[in-house]
């Protein structure tokens, strides 16, 4: 499968414990950005990487969340000492530099975080 | 403010039936305006854009600048088309996508 894929699919934790996602971008794309998503809302973007330069980090991402992408390939988004607003399905994406599609997002399958 | 407003979080119709998914949008400069869709149990997925004023599965959306609007339409819909839709925009230049809150199309048989 050469799409985007997300690791774990779900995952279940308590309040006050980490996570970590990975990413896996499709592997000629340059770009890859994180969203999440709350039930009834469409996806609300979070961070940016170009390679693995971070580029862009909206005001939802608390000092909690980090995110990184160290050899610009997968990445990680962390959640620190989660909170049940953490809750939420969070989606990968990536994208090429250049090229016809270099505008169009390629999403992943999202990993679900449940904060009990 | 960059911001996608879709007013009908759900809407039904019969096969055959004329569809149009609205959206507006508020942006300062010039967007790219896209769809994006979600059938039941796949991945979200890009179904069109402005840019390219191409037809897909017979759904076109025209970008009216004056209305700031980006509808989509599709004169006789299918039962397959039964999905949530999301509209976005994006600056120039691939940068990260806003979302609408989606719609959730049903078309009944």
């Known amino acids: 499968d050469t799409g985007v894929s997300q690791n774990p699919r779900h995952k279940i934790t308590k309040r006050g414990q980490n996570v970590t996602f990975r990413c896996d971008p499709i592997?000629?794309?340059?770009?890859l950005y994180w969203y999440r998503q709350t039930l009834g809302q469409g996806p609300e973007f979070l961070t940016y990487?170009?390679?693995?330069?971070?580029?862009?980090k909206s005001r939802l991402l608390s000092d909690r969340f980090s995110a990184e992408r160290p050899k610009g390939s997968f990445s990680t988004l962390e959640i620190q000492r989660t909170e049940q607003g953490d809750s939420a399905m969070y989606l990968c994406?990536?994208?090429?530099?250049?090229?016809?599609?270099?505008?169009?997002?390629?999403f992943g399958p999202g990993t679900r975080l449940t904060v009990l | 403010a960059q911001r996608v407003t879709q007013p009908e979080k759900l809407l039904s119709v019969f096969k055959g039936a004329p569809v149009e998914l609205k959206c507006n949008y508020s942006?300062?400069?010039?967007?790219?305006l896209f769809w994006y869709v979600q059938y039941s149990r796949q991945r979200l997925q890009l179904l069109l854009r402005?840019?390219s004023r191409e037809s897909i599965k017979g759904f076109t959306a025209d970008l009216n600048k004056g209305e700031t609007s980006f509808h989509l339409k599709k004169p006789f819909a299918q039962e397959e088309d039964s999905a949530m839709y999301y509209c976005?925009?994006?600056?120039?230049?691939?940068?990260?996508?806003?979302f609408g809150q989606g719609t959730r199309l049903t078309i009944n048989p």
């Open positions: 994406a990536s994208s090429p530099l250049g090229g016809v599609d270099y505008n169009e997002q390629f």
């Open positions: 592997s000629e794309h340059n770009r």
């Open positions: 990487f170009q390679n693995e330069a971070q580029l862009e």
């Open positions: 942006y300062s400069g010039s967007p790219e």
């Open positions: 402005h840019i």
């Open positions: 976005a925009l994006s600056g120039k230049g691939a940068q990260k996508l806003v």
